[in-house]
């Protein structure tokens, strides 16, 4: 456990509702509490540091907790709640979240001014030093998807008594080589694009390269199935204009520096299936380019309490945003075993 | 037919030995020449223009005639011979090339002075009037391979009374959308180096990204299975420096121009399946990322004398390159059918 120390400060944001604060019963059937917590981490390579961790909490306080996390463009507001009624980032699942009462961060690195390598143990860490602060001792789940399944996977090693189960879809013990090499070459965009002091061009162009590992080709070929035109003295493949509206995107989420460092902690991720000990539910995707189900298997495997469920797909790693009522079905599957 | 005028030159690097100048009996069993030919082509999409088409012709007037076509990267010289020692792009299909009289040619846009979009029609009418020229009326078969496929079948359309058969690996009658939208931005990473002011920087990046659609995951987790490591404040994924090294041979190989118009070509290809009359043998390679086989199993159907072999490997698209003794038996099959 690498938590030095944890001040808890209710932020100007904090809570929505006085009412509903921290240790007091809710008046409402779900609430919601927005914060960030100050203290000092020993990260893994970038040694002890002072950090700030947004974290949202929602939901009644007698409901089971889960601990939620998703890919590096997620954060700590999983779906739409009373304290902010923007749409989350698992909104999809806004009817099994519902159940329950959720807490997630934002990542480290992620827009908090920390510019260093950071660990998938890092955020592993974070999350338990929120869970200290909040007085939660221990959660139902951790539910991650993507990086979120790493980082579950971290917190289950090194905090197993603070989880009964860990559901891991699409999140392996290590980064696949392939992965990781596709991973470096984004890097490298973004890394042009500062050189040509456009952070954003590069940051855009890294984007639409990794929309191109996060789905798949039969899906490409399903929607974007119109010859390639001439456009001037130019070929225009028809799905680059939607890329280029992802990649557009990513600049209202990301800048250069969270992109690259969350990027490269997916890279940094390994930890021993071996050491997973809390019972462990695994949920793959036949179609993920980018953690493959082999991988998934082997985890499943290794572990020495783990499922493993395989849903069929054509949106690959994405699955989990789109294949809204197979992953529901898989989840309520996953908590009731 | 889009050839408007051709003029043959024996260039200075034409003829090795006198003796072996076309029209006239060979001394040896495989005699190798070489020549540019100044011509005006009908382009497609840019017009009429003046080209220069470099071609290689090699082995005895007597063998029967190969017409062969790689890759983007590929060029006339396919193999190594009395003209040119150095090593062929095909130099692992020596063995089997030996047994015929290969013609290849330059890709147009490859360092020719040309830049306008090219299409593989193009590229088919260039080796027609390479034919013309050299008075070579029919080929035994036209053997292509990726994007040389690609103008094979563009060839077999359109000058179908110029061979006897077509073996097309790994390219089929149009690009798959995913592979074309990873390629578009391959060329966007080209323009970004060149916004840069350093191609080479930008073209390094495109063919390292290239390299990951050629190859498979499966091979990259078998040769590149270590840790992520930090090397000072980054992560350093293992296939880095194979990357690099793949990246900076391509800058001895293409120019910015070359690299984005053929990757362009590629994308503009389209032709109708049923217009292939001539027999017409398909090779597949099962782990193909960028020509999936169920396109070549659609292009085999489709077309009206076609049948279709079926590699495994876990070479991926450049399986015709490294998978030496399944692509040769491949080969054989194809020409004795």
Redesign the interface.
């Known amino acids: 456990m690498s938590l030095v120390a944890a001040s808890f400060q209710a932020s100007s944001e904090s809570a929505i509702d006085p009412a509903c604060r921290l240790g007091e019963a809710p008046l409402h059937e779900t609430v919601a509490e927005r914060g960030v917590l100050r203290c000092t981490l020993a990260l893994r390579?970038a040694g002890v540091r002072d950090v700030a961790i947004r974290w949202e909490l929602c939901g009644p306080a007698h409901a089971p907790l889960l601990i939620v996390a998703g890919g590096i463009s997620a954060t700590r507001h999983v779906a739409a709640n009373e304290a902010d009624a923007s749409e989350g980032w698992w909104q999809s699942q806004a009817s099994f979240l519902r159940r329950h009462r959720v807490l997630a961060i934002d990542w480290l690195c992620d827009g908090d001014g920390l510019d260093?390598?950071i660990d998938s143990a890092d955020q592993a860490d974070a999350i338990a030093a929120v869970l200290d602060a909040l007085h939660l001792s221990k959660a139902r789940a951790f539910v991650g998807a993507s990086y979120g399944a790493m980082v579950g996977l971290q917190f289950a090693a090194r905090h197993p008594r603070r989880l009964e189960s860990l559901v891991a879809i699409s999140g392996a013990h290590?980064?696949?080589?392939?992965?990781?090499?596709?991973?470096?070459?984004q890097r490298?965009?973004v890394e042009?694009?500062e050189?040509?002091c456009?952070d954003g061009?590069?940051l855009a162009?890294a984007r639409?390269?990794a929309m191109?590992s996060y789905r798949?080709?039969k899906e490409?070929?399903e929607?974007?199935?119109a010859?390639?035109s001439?456009e001037g003295?130019?070929?225009?493949?028809?799905?680059?204009s939607y890329?280029e509206a992802c990649g557009q995107r990513a600049l209202t989420r990301f800048d250069a520096t969270a992109y690259r460092r969350l990027s490269?902690s997916i890279?940094?991720h390994?930890v021993e299936p071996e050491a997973v000990c809390v019972p462990l539910s695994v949920i793959a995707i036949d179609s993920d380019?980018l953690v493959?189900r082999e991988d998934l298997a082997e985890l499943s495997v290794r572990a020495p309490d783990a499922w493993l469920q395989v849903i069929a797909s054509r949106y690959g790693h994405d699955a989990f945003l789109k294949e809204t009522a197979a992953i529901a079905a898989a989840l309520t599957a996953a908590l009731d075993a």
């Not at 290590?174 to 070459?185: E, F, I, K, N, Q």
């Not at 003295?233 to 680059?240: D, K, S």
């Open positions: 390579h260093a390598p290590r980064p696949h080589p392939w992965a990781s090499a596709l991973r470096s070459v490298k965009i042009l694009g050189l040509q456009d061009h590069g162009l639409q390269l191109l798949t080709p490409f070929a929607r974007f199935n010859p390639v001439l003295e130019r070929a225009v493949c028809p799905a680059e890329l490269e890279d940094l390994r380019q493959p």
